[in-house]
């Protein structure tokens, strides 16, 4: 005789299938797993996801990086070719001498990538997130991990010039910058699949080519990295060399583009040879974390 509760779930994966869902059983499984675990009614989770809502959004966190994430409406879900942007992070981290090195995490999210790296090196994050839902996400995650002490979070634009001029005095300086900004273009975005038009589009959209924020960050964000420090960033489809001559144009004279996991160009990193910050007695003055 079949168990209840496996006939429920074999009726949502039905339901799911005769929907066009790629994934039927398996996400099936993930909801009766969540239904059991709240208390939430099997069918109703299946409803909403027929409704085209996210799946991530429904389980209410989502692994990333061997970590889970809460997430919900309003926050970019964390994907798994951003991991290749933590990859690049802790690559250079490790390899320089630094035992606490400051991150800045910039259009933050979910803090998924910064609180990454945080989980496994000894380090000090700088988050920055402008859109208010997803900032209630960040805060929870910092908690989830216990990481408050380490951080220090702006809910703002990154070009807030409220926020530059905190900045400015006294200085900032991180060892390494991380951002996954809003990279779509005009045409990805009137192509999006459904479920993907339910999250944020201040997340998602990047202007009719993609590199509005490219454009800028750059120029903007370079003075706050050390000599030797690390830019490192996130890349649209297609977009890796446009980004990559952008970073020139910036000062950063030898960006490298790194492919994620199934091949495509999906990270450009640069490390600032050329600091604005001055020096004394050939080192570079760093500045008291505001931590």
């Excluded at 490298?256 to 091949?263: A, E, R, S």
Aim: overall charge neutral.
């Amino acid at each position: 005789m079949v168990n209840p509760e496996t006939k429920k779930e074999q009726e949502a994966a039905v339901m799911l299938k005769g929907k066009g869902n790629n994934n039927p059983r398996l996400e099936a499984r993930w909801l009766a797993e969540h239904a059991k675990r709240t208390g939430a009614d099997l069918f109703s989770l299946v409803e909403r996801r027929l409704s085209n809502e996210p799946l991530q959004y429904i389980l209410g966190e989502w692994e990333f990086y061997g970590n889970a994430f809460y997430v919900g409406e309003g926050v970019l879900i964390p994907r798994q070719e951003t991991e290749r942007l933590v990859d690049v992070a802790l690559c250079y981290i490790e390899s320089q001498m630094n035992p606490t090195p400051i991150v800045a995490d910039l259009c933050a999210g979910s803090g998924c990538v910064g609180l990454s790296i945080a989980n496994r090196v000894d380090s000090n994050v700088f988050f920055v997130e402008s859109q208010r839902q997803a900032a209630q996400y960040l805060v929870r995650n910092i908690d989830r991990y216990g990481l408050g002490e380490r951080t220090e979070t702006h809910f703002c634009s990154v070009f807030s010039q409220k926020l530059h001029k905190y900045l400015a005095s006294p200085p900032f300086l991180a060892d390494v910058i991380v951002a996954n900004p809003p990279y779509l273009t005009s045409d990805e975005m009137n192509s999006l699949q459904p479920e993907v038009q339910r999250e944020p589009i201040e997340a998602l959209y990047g202007g009719y080519d993609g590199l509005t924020f490219y454009r800028h960050l750059f120029r903007d964000w370079k003075r706050y990295l050390v000599q030797n420090g690390l830019f490192a960033v996130e890349v649209g489809n297609e977009q890796a060399d446009a980004v990559a001559e952008l970073m020139k144009q910036a000062g950063f004279p030898r960006p490298i583009i790194h492919n994620d996991y199934v091949g495509i160009k999906r990270v450009v990193s640069a490390v600032n040879v050329v600091s604005h910050v001055a020096r004394r007695k050939g080192r570079l003055e760093r500045p008291t974390p505001k931590f």
